[in-house]
């Protein structure tokens, strides 16, 4: 398979919505998770503009460990309820967090990130692990991201 460049969308909803379109490609070719996994970080790290980290944690039943991603390298472990990964794995629901230094707890990878989004990956009420996205800008995530990468995450839920 070769990743042809996909013209990207002009609004932040329309490239989501390109993104959305050709995404089943990606997911469906691959036989395990893990591979589904290190397209989908790719590939949301080829559509969206200014992000520094986006990638996965999995959840093995006590603890988030790190998955496929991309970016600099980064913590391999998370308590569950440390951090924003933690938190939103805890809680599992989405966390948008405008500016990470104030987030009580949050676990720095990389100096750079101001910004963050966590979205847990949840099948039949079991927590799989999160998508984690983090921005050099402050208030990079808004609920358009959260709505679209929300749907992104229930299609890979889906089709796994
Ligand atoms: N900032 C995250 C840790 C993971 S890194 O950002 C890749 C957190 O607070 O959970």
Known sequence: MMFIKVKKGKTKQKNYEIMLSH???????SDSFISS???LSAYINYFLDDINWVGFYL???????????????????????SGVCGSSAKD?????????????GHIACDANSISEIVIPIIKNDRLLGVLDIDS???SRFDEIDQLYLEKVITKLVDIS
């Open 37 to 39: 996994l290190s397209n």
């Open 23 to 29: 995404l089943e490609y990606f997911l469906v070719s």
């Open 136 to 138: 050099p800008l402050h």
């Open 92 to 104: 599992m629901k989405t966390y948008v967090v405008n500016n990470v230094q104030k987030f009580k």
């Open 59 to 81: 959840y093995d039943g006590k603890k988030l460990y790190l998955g496929p991603f991309q970016g600099l390298p980064a913590c391999s472990e998370i308590k569950l309820g």
